[in-house]
């Protein structure tokens, strides 16, 4: 195992409660991240973070494929090799080339992304890096393109959730 700068919490470590919330993470990955296992020094926390992964990443509006792209931008924007990594293996098995995933974390170039999700992905980086550089004609732009305002919602909420991810990853140097 890597060396982090706190303890991951292994399952057979893990309290009662703990345990609980990692059989929810295992029905829905089929292993335990060691994002989560990081977050298990404060249960409360992981179970806040996890139940906010589940409300983005697994409902909501938009496509699981989009939201995995927006992850991926976002992840390489911020420079989390850990995301980026974790990310671009689930396109990977959701059927996307390595071509069309190296797009993602340079330069939204490819011609497999549509112009409605270049749109998103680059206002998603924009938001990462200078939120406060967006424009109205920029948001108007997500809307012509067909996104309500809740679908908007959700694309920055996933963009802030990833956002802290990385921050979070990062710090403590989690290994993936």
């Not at 345990?19 to 992981?46: Q, S, W």
């Not at 179970?47 to 992840?75: C, F």
């Not at 997500?142 to 909420?157: A, F, T």
Request: glycine share 4%; charged share 25%.
């Amino acid at each position: 195992m890597t060396i982090t700068r706190i303890k991951l919490i292994e399952k057979e470590d893990a309290s009662d409660e703990v345990k609980a919330i990692y059989a929810d993470i295992e029905t829905v990955f089929g292993m335990i991240p060691n994002l989560f296992k990081t977050y298990a020094n404060f249960p409360a926390l992981l179970q806040v973070n996890w139940d906010k992964t589940k409300v983005l990443l697994m409902g909501g509006e938009l496509s699981r494929e989009l939201k995995e792209s927006i992850a991926v931008v976002v992840s390489a924007a911020n420079v989390c090799n850990y995301c980026v990594a974790a990310h671009s293996m689930a396109l990977q098995m959701m059927g996307f080339s390595q071509e069309r995933i190296d797009d993602l974390t340079k330069n939204i170039e490819s011609s497999e992304i549509t112009p409605r999700d270049k749109t998103i992905l680059e206002y998603a980086r924009k938001a990462t890096l200078t939120p406060h550089k967006i424009t109205d004609n920029e948001t108007d732009e997500l809307k012509s393109r067909g996104l309500s305002d809740s679908q908007i919602v959700e694309m920055l909420g996933v963009m802030e959730l990833f956002t802290g991810y990385n921050k979070f990853l990062d710090s403590l140097a989690v290994p993936l």
